[in-house]
C-alpha cells in the first residue's frame, strides 16, 4: 500500500512528458515535491471539458465522512489514497471515476516501508537516461464531496487517489502483495480515454527490469530522496 510518493520534475519536464499545453498548466510556479502524503496536494494530469490534457493540483486520497465507533462523534475525514485493481469496476467509491474520471498521476519515486519500529524505507523508481525519471502513476480523481469540501485536507476540492495492483519481483520483497500502476507512455492517452475493458488491460505489474531501489535506509523520507 503507497502512502508517500515524490514528484520532484520540472512543471516544464511534466508538461513535456505528459503533452501538456502550456496554457493548460494551472500548476504556476509549483515546486518540486519530495514528499507527497495522503490528503496532501499533487500535480496530477486529466482530461478538462475542453478534452484537453490539463496540469492541476488534487488532494490525495478520496475523502468519505469518518465517524467514531466509540463516541459516535465525526471526526476528521478519512483518506482513501489506494484503488485496488480488482475493484475499480464494481466498488462504490471508485466505481464513477474508473468510467468517466481517470488521470495520470506524475511521480518521480515511491515509497514502501518493510518491518516496524523503526520500519526501513525503501524508494522505488523506473530507469531512465537520468536520475529518478518523471512516470505516470494510474489515478482517479472526483471533485471533494460538498460536505468535506471545506475541510482543511481539501483545499484544492478536487482528490486524486493512486490504482495498485499486483507486486512485482523488485516491489514484493519490501511489499509482498501490492505495487501502485506504473504506466508505460505509448499508454497514456489509453488511460486517460480509452474505453473500460482497455483501461482494465492496463492495470498490471510494471516490468521489474525497468525499475530500480534508488534510495534505502531507516526514515528516509523527504530531502534525502533527491539530493543523494
Same mark, same amino acid.
Given at each position: 500500500m503507497c502512502n508517500l510518493y515524490s514528484a520532484t520534475s520540472s512543471v516544464e519536464a511534466m508538461r513535456e512528458l505528459f503533452q501538456v499545453k502550456p496554457d493548460m498548466d494551472r /500548476?504556476? !510556479? *509549483?515546486e518540486p515535491k519530495t514528499a507527497?502524503? $495522503?490528503k496532501y496536494p499533487g500535480p496530477v494530469v486529466r482530461i478538462a471539458e475542453d478534452g484537453e490534457r490539463e496540469l492541476v493540483e488534487m488532494n490525495w486520497g478520496f475523502l468519505t465522512k469518518n465517524v467514531s465507533k466509540k463516541t459516535?462523534?465525526? /471526526?476528521k475525514p478519512q483518506a482513501w489514497n489506494n484503488a485496488r485493481d480488482d475493484k475499480v469496476r464494481t466498488n462504490g467509491l471508485w466505481k464513477s471515476s474508473f468510467l468517466k474520471r481517470r488521470c495520470l498521476i506524475p511521480a518521480s519515486s515511491f515509497r514502501e516501508a518493510k518491518g516496524k519500529r $523503526? *520500519? !526501513?524505507d525503501f524508494w522505488f523508481a523506473v530507469k531512465g537516461d537520468e536520475p529518478r525519471p518523471p512516470f505516470a502513476m494510474a489515478g482517479l480523481w472526483q471533485p471533494t464531496p460538498p460536505a468535506l469540501a471545506t475541510s482543511l485536507d *481539501?483545499?484544492?476540492g478536487l482528490s486524486h487517489t493512486v490504482v495498485t495492483t499486483t507486486a512485482n519481483e523488485i516491489v514484493r520483497p519490501v511489499h509482498p502483495q501490492r505495487m501502485v500502476v506504473i504506466l508505460d507512455p505509448s499508454d497514456y492517452e489509453t488511460w486517460l480515454t480509452g474505453s473500460k475493458e482497455e483501461a482494465s488491460a492496463l492495470l498490471r505489474p510494471y516490468p521489474s527490469n525497468k525499475m530500480e531501489v534508488v534510495m534505502e535506509g531507516v526514515g528516509i523520507l523527504t530531502d534525502d530522496v533527491v539530493n543523494s
Open positions: /500548476l504556476g !510556479n *509549483a507527497i502524503w $495522503p459516535g462523534k465525526e /471526526l $523503526p *520500519a !526501513n *481539501a483545499p484544492t
